[in-house]
């Protein structure tokens, strides 16, 4: 299998303790101490929204009241089930997650949504025109009822490869993950100009390695992105076993046009096990992000009672959502 096949096959099977936070707009509310920040990345809406199944993805509209994420059932690549569902926090605590109405028929994931809130765009395997493309960029617009029928971003955003992620700025250019060049999976970025989308064009060496680059975060001015990267020389590696491609979050700033050379973000938002799909909120104080962290630690013999319960919760080595703040992560970079 090519390396571009084998790193779409990766990210698919992939992308796909602690404490409840509230949304965004409430979350100095869940430390006990005003001045204490948490050191370690919590667990988003335990058992409601991350759970034992495999969550990833999520993003939130801009009042924070509304989450969409992904949920992948645990199977083969060909045969997965992938949906987007998401939750509104109401009463003070998240709602039990419902299938968004614009999926459920196709493999759809890596939701994120326009910094005005007014539109939601994802990934998905829908056909175009009937016919099969792999995956796409597709998009449905808040309306006074719901949402819109899903539609197709098109070229020249679209290609005949595999699209990966997407984020927009408030300006509309859109970054995404794309593996149109044959090679590997690179993040593109198409500024929005008299209502068209034009000519991608590749983020360069600064931000794009001969791995695998997805799942980017833009910031609404375009001041900074995140991404994951699997693979890459400073990466965090297990110290037992064999090392094998796994993604850790990456972040580089743009000055004076030009993005500097991106830096992993480290520990303890990155881990030895898979990080991806970044999201800030947008009053820029929380990061959320997807791990596959496990509780699990081979020096630590553990009851069959203990190995259950913990087998049946999250951070069981699924994808789970995670929240961090994110003023840590700039002070340090």
Same mark, same amino acid.
Request: no cysteine.
């Given at each position: 299998m090519d390396k571009v096949l084998l790193a779409i096959c990766c990210t698919l099977l992939t992308y796909f303790t602690a404490n409840n936070y509230e949304p965004f707009a409430n979350s100095s509310e869940n430390i006990k101490d005003k001045n204490e920040l948490?050191?370690?990345p919590e667990i988003f809406s335990k058992g409601i929204i991350s759970t034992d199944e495999d969550e990833f993805g999520s993003a939130f509209t801009p009042d924070g009241n509304t989450v969409f994420f992904a949920?992948?059932?645990p199977s083969t690549l060909r045969s997965a089930v992938v949906v987007i569902c998401f939750s509104q926090f109401k009463n003070g605590k998240w709602?039990? $997650?419902e299938m968004a109405p614009f999926s459920g028929y196709y493999k759809d994931f890596n939701p994120s949504v326009s910094p005005d809130g007014s539109t939601v765009f994802f990934i998905s395997t829908r056909p175009v025109n009937g016919k099969n493309v792999g995956t796409d960029i597709w998009f449905v617009k808040k309306t006074a009822t719901g949402w819109s029928e899903p539609q197709n971003l098109g070229i020249p955003v679209n290609s005949d490869s595999y699209e990966l992620g997407c984020s927009e700025s408030s300006d509309g250019t859109i970054y995404f993950s794309s593996s149109r060049d044959g090679k590997s999976v690179d993040i593109y970025r198409s500024k929005f100009i008299n209502g068209k989308y034009q000519e991608p064009e590749n983020l360069?060496?600064?931000i794009n390695s001969a791995n695998e680059e997805t799942g980017p975060f833009i910031a609404p001015d375009q001041s900074y992105i995140l991404f994951s990267s699997t693979g890459r020389e400073d990466a965090l590696v297990a110290s037992e076993?064999?090392?094998? $491609?796994?993604?850790?979050?990456?972040?580089?700033?743009?000055?004076d046009g030009k993005w500097t050379p991106a830096k992993n973000l480290g520990e303890p938002v990155n881990s030895t096990a898979e990080e991806s799909n970044p999201f800030?909120?947008?009053?820029g104080k929380t990061l959320y992000f997807t791990s596959e962290r496990n509780f699990v630690k081979l020096n630590e013999q553990h009851t069959y009672t203990e190995l259950e319960n913990h087998l049946h919760d999250a951070?069981?080595?699924?994808?789970d959502i995670y929240q961090f703040p994110f003023s840590e992560i700039l002070k340090n970079k």
């Open positions: 948490p050191t370690l949920k992948k059932s709602q039990t $997650p360069g060496d600064a076993g064999g090392v094998y $491609p796994r993604g850790d979050l990456y972040i580089s700033f743009q000055k800030v909120s947008a009053d951070a069981n080595g699924l994808g």
